[in-house]
Structures are given as C-alpha cells and as structure tokens.
C-alpha cells in the first residue's frame, strides 16, 4: 500500500496536530497535513490562533483555538491545558494525534491518554543546546520529557519523531526510549517549484545571509563578530540577518542591540521577511551559525532550494542538509574567526560556490522535496492507525 491509496473501512482516520502557534504550523507542518489530506485522512490543527487560522482552513485542514500561556508553566496552567486539550481530543475523536515540540509533546502526552486516543506520535525538533545546559530548568524539562516519552513507548501504536539521527541517538541512549519506538524523517520538506533555483546576484557587494530567529543560540553574534573580522581583513563582505527577535524567549536579542549592529558597516537587520525568497535573491551564500539543538533548520532548506552553498557549524541537524564539501563548509560553533575563513574562501572562489550552489538543488530535488517526506509521514501515519504494515526500517 503506498500512502496515496490509503482507504479507510468505514470513515475518514483522523489526525490531529498539537503546536503552540498558528504561524509555526502554517510555516513547518502545512506541507505535511495538506500530504495526509491528500492521502485520505481528515486532519485539523489544535493551536493558539492568530494571524494564520483563516489561511490554514482554506487549504481544508480545521482549526481549534487553544488559549494557553507563553509562559512557562505552573502546575496549575499545566493541569489547566491537559484538562483543555483532553477535552478537544475527546469532541474530536482523532485515530492519531501528532504533537510538536516539547510543550505540546509534554501536554498532549497526558491529554491523548486521558481521552483514549488510540496513536499518539511525539515530534521532537531536536536536542542539543539547550537541553546540554546544566541549568535547573533544562534539567528539569529534560527529566519530565524523557519519563513522559518512556511512559508512551509502553504503547503499541505510538512513535516519537525525529528530524536526523544524532537526536535519536541521544533519544535512545539519554531518555531511555527503545530504538524501535523513533523515526527519523529529515524535516519538514520544501516545496521545490515555489523554491526555485536562481543563480547567484551578479551586481552589488558578495552578500551572505542569516535567516533564523534573532537568538543567541543561533550564533547570531557569531556571525556578527566574523563579519567584522571580515572587514578588518579588507573583504568586501554584506551581511544580511533576516528574522525578528523573540520577546518572549530570554535568549533573544533585543531590538536596539540589533538595531546597533545593523549600524556598522555592511550589516543590514531586515526583520521579519515574508517572502524569503527575496533574501536568498540578494545573497551569494547562506550561513548558519546555530549552537546547537536543530532538528533541520528550515532556512538552510529554502537556501539548498534556492540553490545556494552553505556554510554552517557542524552540529546536528544542520549536517542533514549541509553536507561537507558536497554543498557546503562546516564550522565549529561558536568560533567567529573560523567561520569568517570559511566565508572568505567562498568569497574568493566563485567556482567552489557554483559546485555547492548545484549540489545543494540536487539534495532537495532528490531527498528533501515536500512530496518525499509527505509520504514519508503518511506512510507511518498508516502503520500507526492500522492501515499499512511497517515498511520503513527506521520503525522497526
């Protein structure tokens, strides 16, 4: 049975998507869920609604409106939004409900087993970082997650998903998770004809980009620190940092820290960018200066997709897609003088980024389109429901 001839006995198999906010599933999940449609499931998406609901039920998916905090949560909130989603999931009646990130994979944990939901896959997108840190709070977020995914491996139908194999390396070995209960599927997919392939700019100053939420474990005052070493060098390098700050996450830069940046010599901070194909238009090169904890970075995506090289810290996730010396540099994190070599020998060989530029076009066409890991889910959507036999090996 291949996921595109899925036919349910009496109705429609449901699944349900837990996420925080309506952006980030109209951002990382649409391709996904609009591939579970297609195959034959209904599918709806429980999340704080803002800007994006409107939008996501015109591609046929339902949305439920969940009035939960940003905050970090107290026992009484936590108990609060287990009570409210358990609720959804019990009017809902869902076959499988997939959760992402750890919040949602935390409190949709508890929720789908207090309404009998029959799968429950929990969505990790990714370890590292923060989950490293020897902070209080990581260890305790670490603790509650492994004994709430321990808990579910107990069950027969449910899967926790990963983006690349590192995390579930660390899932096996540090949460105690058995290998057989994870997946790995390499991200999210990207829409290879909207993303279209463009040679690098002809005019203007060599131009890299950072596109990626304004955090300091993005490195992003990494990238800032080896432009300057840059300059000081004599290159004529411009660096454009695309994507706002997180108000909300106290890893974020703030505005006038940015805004002091964007005030030296060929840096440009343009903020949210609707469009970030114009970005990757603008640009020679895609960096990614992460820390740490992707799971696969959705930016280096649209880049590869773009058909741009790529430079990034050789950390999990960012590997899936940038690939050494096939499509792109890799750097140790946080080493500002390091990545500024990498971006000058990109800088000073248009032949090298003209190879990689290819390269990375070729990956995404061939393993990380959006049809190929559409099916890829809804094959284990199937198996998860009772639909299809298990046929990926990572699920075995």
Not at 291 to 307: D, H, Q, V
Request: glycine share 8%.
């Amino acid at each position: 049975m291949t996921p595109n001839e899925i036919d349910a006995p009496t109705r429609r198999p449901k699944v349900v998507y837990l996420v925080t906010e309506d952006w980030y599933f109209w951002s990382h999940r649409l391709p996904m869920a609009e591939a579970a449609r297609d195959a034959g499931f209904d599918v709806a998406v429980a999340c704080r609604v803002n800007r994006h609901g409107d939008k996501i039920r015109s591609h046929g998916i339902d949305v439920h409106a969940l009035d939960w905090t940003r905050r970090a949560l107290g026992p009484f909130e936590l108990l609060k939004s287990i009570r409210m989603v358990a609720a959804l999931y019990r009017r809902e009646k869902p076959d499988i409900v997939h959760h992402v990130a750890v919040k949602p994979v935390v409190i949709g944990a508890a929720a789908a087993r207090l309404a009998h939901v029959p799968a429950i896959l929990s969505g990790i997108n990714g370890f590292g970082y923060s989950f490293s840190s020897r902070s209080l709070k990581a260890k305790v977020t670490l603790a509650i997650l492994g004994h709430v995914l321990e808990r579910l491996a107990g069950r027969p139908r449910d899967r926790v998903l990963l983006q690349n194999p590192d995390d579930r390396d660390f899932l096996v070995s540090e949460l105690s998770v058995p290998k057989h209960k994870s997946c790995v599927i390499l991200g999210s997919g990207i829409d290879t004809e909207h993303f279209n392939s463009s040679p690098e700019p002809e005019e203007g100053p060599f131009t890299i980009a950072v596109v990626s939420r304004m955090l300091a474990i993005k490195g992003i005052d990494v990238a800032v620190e080896a432009h300057r070493l840059l300059r000081r060098r004599g290159c004529n390098v411009v660096m454009l940092l695309a994507g706002g700050p997180d108000p909300h996450n106290p890893a974020s830069f703030t505005d006038s820290q940015l805004n002091a940046w964007a005030s030296e010599p060929g840096i440009e901070w343009l903020g949210h960018v609707d469009d970030v194909r114009t970005v990757w238009g603008r640009a020679h090169v895609a960096v990614q200066p992460s820390l740490g904890g992707e799971g696969l970075p959705k930016s280096l995506l649209e880049a590869a997709a773009c058909g741009r090289p790529i430079i990034a810290t050789d950390v999990p996730g960012c590997r899936e897609i940038a690939r050494a010396d096939e499509n792109a540099l890799l750097v140790p994190p946080n080493a500002p003088g390091t990545l500024a070599d990498a971006i000058e020998a990109l800088y000073r060989d248009r032949h090298l980024r003209e190879r990689f530029a290819l390269a990375s076009r070729r990956i995404v066409e061939k393993e990380l389109s959006s049809k190929q890991v559409g099916d890829e889910v809804v094959a284990l959507y199937a198996e998860m429901v009772g639909l299809a036999p298990v046929v990926r090996e990572e699920c075995r």
